[in-house]
DNA sequence: GGCGTATTGTGTACGACGTACAAGTAACAG
DNA sequence: CTGTTACTTGTACGTCGTACACAATACGCC
């Protein structure tokens, strides 16, 4: 709890005190620096990376000292996302059809994941009401602007379009950790398992499955194509945007 | 890699060599047992409680033992998950509309997350190849028959599907983590932050999303229901499917 | 200037985790 | 009975997050 409030003031007041009401030893990094470090190292090798030694290690200092500019690790974990959230590209939204805007800020979503990976695959990714958030949340709730929903169906509409994104730039990630992990799972794999490909590739006990997951399921040895699973769930969830925004309510 | 080997071999053939074929000391325990031991902890105590020392603890032995069943901890994670998949209570399609079928789908997806809210929060979530797995998703591309896709969509779609209730479920975890983390973070708690609110809660500088989120954000003192973005959510999903299934394709 | 207080920084250590490796124990085959 | 196989345990390592006590620095006040 007390961190949680700790974290909230560093997410709006990250230099804490003025500087000319301050007692004490000045600090020698500031919050935002610790932050940046976390990211960079996460941008470079990943979120595994980041423990408060390594952070500390790149910075210069012993691991304890990162803990005078934050309450915990997690809320540096928290900071590093609201940063990402501050410091992402936004497009304004012109006088485009709802449609283009929605794609437009699931795209502006999907760049971010692209550019920083890590951030999909967070611990626990309900973030604190940063600054980084509320100017997201606040764009992206403009893209919905005269699509006839009320208050509640806007907020709705707009966690499953980003859930969407989040969801899909996830299992990439995972797919990804997946492949590292047992390296090329192709169908020539499988055949060296033996008697294990016999009960897997089993077309009477699997029909459809052995079927379809030989044409398009990745996880059988098809070739996967993350850019597609995202452009086709896009596209569904703007058509299920559609039957609820519908042709009166857009423009 | 020979980890993930071995997680398939332990995954089709639980048991290892008929009884007959072994020499050597007998096992005091099966995998299925340590399986589902650390299914009971997850359902308990959560998944942080799943630890080796602790699965050990429950079963009397010594953590290193269990490294005579499983080759590490990522694939007894894997075999547990595997093993909802395979008792997740699955009905048959019987001769109703699409649209009936996939909402079944989700609901009994939904309904393994709600029974094992664990299961959305595992830290990399793509299963290998299990019996459980298979026959899922059998089961479920079955729900997809005569939609009039192709098998590269219907594999798409499902995945579509499955991603939503997944994401949902996870965003649920969430919240609840938050929750316990931070204890309510209602109107009134922000009000105390005094300074801080003021910013957040800025009208001037983020209209829409004050006062979209005082009515639907949960994240800014709203009541949250689970039940409803989830809902929402599949409502949208069907409907997005709906446009790609078309009238023709339905029965 | 000195003392009290505030604030940052470090040294040391703890508990927890996953798991390597060597040695011990039990069971089968010849 | 011996060699081999397979399970079990004891011990330990490296890594992690972070508690706590002490040290160092800087300001305010008398």
Redesign the pocket.
């Known amino acids: 709890m007390a ?1 949680v409030r700790r974290t909230i003031d560093l997410l709006w007041f990250p230099d ?2 003025p500087e ?10 500031t919050v935002a620096r610790v932050v940046e470090t976390g990211i960079a190292l996460a941008d470079a090798e990943g979120l ?9 290690q790149e910075l ?17 974990l928290d900071l590093m996302l609201d940063r990402l959230y501050l410091e992402m590209p936004r497009a304004g939204h012109p006088d485009r059809p709802w449609r283009e805007r929605l794609a437009a800020v699931a795209g502006e979503n999907r760049r971010l994941y692209t550019a920083h990976p890590w951030a999909a695959t967070l611990p626990a990714s309900r973030p604190p009401l940063g600054p980084g958030l509320m100017a997201k949340y606040e764009h992206e709730l403009r893209a919905f602007d005269d699509c006839g929903l009320d208050d509640v169906t806007r907020d709705a509409a707009l966690t499953f379009l980003i859930g969407f994104v989040q969801a899909a730039a996830r299992s990439e990630a995972d797919v990804r950790a997946a492949e590292a992990r047992a390296g090329s799972t192709d169908f020539e794999w499988w055949q060296e398992r033996g008697p294990v490909f016999e009960l897997v590739f089993d077309q009477h006990r699997y029909p459809t499955a052995t079927r379809v997951g030989a044409a398009a399921g990745s996880a059988m040895g098809a070739a996967y194509e993350p850019g597609h699973a995202y452009e086709f769930g896009l596209a569904r969830v703007l058509d299920g945007l559609a039957a609820l925004i519908g042709t009166a309510g857009s423009r």
């Open positions: 961190e804490g005190e000319g009401k301050r007692r004490g030893r000045r600090p020698g990094l595994e990376a980041v423990s408060m030694r390594r952070v500390a210069g200092v012993v691991p304890m000292t990162l803990y005078t500019y934050v309450p915990d690790k997690s809320a540096l």
